[in-house]
């Protein structure tokens, strides 16, 4: 991203707390550089490793987790998931 879509995903974020970003088709590697570069509008902001079971590729050394794919709906179907989903209640714990 340029210095310009930067600063005018940070003028969003300051405004609305939140950004959608439907339909987007990032590989794990694409995420990390966006967040990387979305983070470093912030000083003293950094991407942190888990050691969470959610966590997806290995970034920072074994059972280091620096993406962790937890959400509220399906990943294979993009339905979001029943309040009462057992799998919604386990990602619930690894936040």
Same mark, same amino acid.
């Given at each position: 991203?340029?210095? #310009?879509?930067?600063?005018?995903? @940070?003028?969003?974020?300051?405004? $609305?707390?939140? *950004? @959608? +970003?439907?339909?987007?088709?990032?590989? #794990?590697?694409?995420?990390?550089?966006?967040?990387?570069? +979305?983070?470093?509008? $912030?000083?003293?902001?950094?991407?942190?490793?888990?050691?969470?079971?959610?966590?997806?590729?290995?970034?920072?050394?074994?059972?280091?987790?620096?993406?962790?794919?937890?959400?509220?709906?399906?990943?294979?179907?993009?339905?979001? *998931?029943?309040?009462?989903?057992?799998? *919604?209640?386990?990602?619930?714990?690894?936040?």
């Amino acid at each position: 991203l340029t210095e #310009d879509q930067i600063n005018e995903l @940070v003028e969003l974020f300051e405004r $609305y707390s939140v *950004l @959608v +970003f439907k339909s987007a088709k990032l590989s #794990d590697q694409q995420l990390v550089t966006f967040a990387s570069s +979305f983070a470093a509008a $912030y000083p003293g902001a950094s991407l942190e490793a888990s050691e969470s079971p959610a966590g997806a590729a290995n970034q920072r050394g074994a059972g280091r987790r620096l993406i962790g794919k937890i959400a509220n709906f399906d990943l294979g179907t993009g339905q979001i *998931l029943p309040s009462s989903s057992k799998v *919604l209640k386990h990602r619930a714990g690894n936040g």
